[in-house]
């Protein structure tokens, strides 16, 4: 093994923290790669892109890694993970001002290998021997069969529950296992109407981003929840992804029991917001989401006045395999385009990519790097557990939020990926605005989706 010593260091300190997962010979499997030989002689500047802020747990990485690269400096830069951002991001690769990116989402990610932004790193995870299932789960994640980013964190998928209005409601245990309908009629009963007739409190909300609802799918099928089974054609003309489409419909624009989506991205609000009320005249008891806990730990920003549980995904049916229970894969990271200083760059993004992830818990996302474990995420996010209990219910948060050893949804089809995307935020929008009828709708994205799919392959 590499610098046994380092590692053998790196490895009590881990474990200090709670985040050995696996034992000893199946660690040192997939760990053997990760340090180079002599990491004090490594020397340079890595430029690392990234949306979380340095506050966010990013120092505390940056300070970790330096225990064993002590002459790598890592400038982090912070970017906003929006269209407006990331075209900021391109612009900044393009111009050489970026050596590791983490790219957050798919359809990111994807556009950047399709687009040359990303350097191939094949053969690098050819000649150090780097196994990318045994240490992420999937070998998917690539572009004409070549390599350009390692995965770097996950999300995990659970509804956040306001306490005071769940019991307000009389709603009894919080579910560990529960279906749509189930929790329409939590949110019903959770959602408060002022004597004019506006809605003082929503009950539930399918967070802000337009294609969550896809998701119900994914709950189902465990993968791909644009496309079909075998990829040939996308997945909208599926009975459980349009009444998915139509669930959320109703429950906004009918029943008024979820705050809309349409005002969610016409006044650029965010789900944290208004499920903690920062700033906001009108609240949410629940929502749907994948990274409250990040907000729920900032008190100063996102105070509350009540503890929040969680509660799983919901599924279709009773018994099913529920696949939005693990942790999906999400943030995918690799060697910018006219990287100046490659080999400290290397070494960064292999140690972020496996060691460094932990670190995303403190911003709500989850590590999915098989040699962690998220067990710790109460304490590194609130200090300690009894700090935490004024705040989150405890016993639900480990039972739902980032556990990895749940069934978990993936993706590995990618074909006209960024172009299925695109279409499906358009369609969404014109349904929950009213704009267009939610079959005509449906059918057109189907439509347009296969021909996309098609003229792909």
């Not at 180079?36 to 120092?59: H, L």
């Not at 189930?182 to 003082?200: H, L, P, Q, R």
């Not at 989706?449 to 098609?454: D, F, G, L, M, Y």
Request: glycine share 6%; with cysteine.
């Amino acid at each position: 093994m590499k610098h046994l010593t380092k590692l053998l260091a790196l490895a009590l300190c881990l474990a200090l923290l709670g985040t050995l997962a696996v034992p000893a010979m199946a660690e040192e499997d997939i760990t053997s790669w990760i340090l180079e030989e002599n990491p004090e002689s490594i020397t340079g500047t890595v430029r690392w892109w990234m949306p979380f802020k340095g506050s966010a747990g990013m120092d505390a990485l940056i300070a970790e890694f330096n225990q064993t690269y002590p002459n790598i400096k890592v400038e982090l830069t912070t970017y906003n993970n929006n269209a407006d951002g990331n075209l900021a991001v391109n612009t900044a690769i393009m111009a050489g001002e970026v050596d590791v990116l983490a790219s957050f989402g798919l359809s990111n990610a994807y556009r950047r290998w399709e687009n040359g932004l990303y350097i191939d790193i094949t053969d690098r995870v050819k000649e150090e021997g780097i196994d990318l299932v045994a240490n992420w789960g999937t070998d998917k994640f690539k572009y004409d069969d070549c390599i350009y980013t390692f995965p770097s964190g996950g999300l995990s998928y659970y509804i956040c529950i306001n306490m005071n209005a769940w019991n307000e409601a009389g709603l009894g245990e919080i579910p560990t296992e529960w279906t749509w309908d189930e929790y329409i009629a939590a949110s019903k009963a959770m959602t408060k109407v002022n004597a004019d007739g506006s809605i003082a409190m929503y009950g539930g909300s399918d967070y802000h981003s337009q294609n969550y609802w896809t998701y119900a799918y994914g709950q189902v099928a465990g993968k791909n929840a644009y496309y079909n089974e075998d990829g040939s054609a996308s997945s909208f003309d599926n009975e459980i992804i349009r009444n998915a489409l139509k669930r959320e419909y109703q429950a906004e624009n009918v029943d008024k029991i979820w705050f809309p989506k349409a005002t969610y991205r016409a006044d650029n609000l965010q789900a944290q917001m208004l499920y903690c009320g920062k700033n906001q005249d009108v609240h949410t008891a629940s929502s749907i989401t994948c990274n409250m806990p990040r907000f729920l730990a900032d008190q100063e920003n996102y105070p509350t006045d009540y503890v929040t549980a969680f509660a799983p995904y919901p599924v279709n049916e009773k018994g099913q395999t529920n696949y939005m229970s693990g942790v999906t894969p999400f943030s995918h990271s690799g060697l910018a385009l006219n990287c100046k200083d490659v080999e400290a760059s290397w070494a960064f993004l292999k140690w972020y990519s496996t060691y460094g992830v932990k670190y995303l818990v403190a911003a709500g996302h989850q590590p999915n790097w098989r040699g962690t474990d998220p067990a710790d995420a109460v304490k590194l996010l609130f200090g300690s557990e009894e700090a935490a209990a004024k705040i989150i219910d405890i016993e639900s948060f480990k039972r739902v939020v980032g556990v990895s050893t749940n069934p978990y949804y993936y993706e590995d089809i990618l074909t006209a990926y960024s172009d299925v995307n695109s279409l499906v935020v358009e369609y969404t929008m014109y349904v929950l605005n009213g704009t267009m009828d939610i079959d005509e709708a449906l059918n057109t994205l189907t439509e347009m989706a296969n021909e996309k799919i098609a003229d792909a392959d």
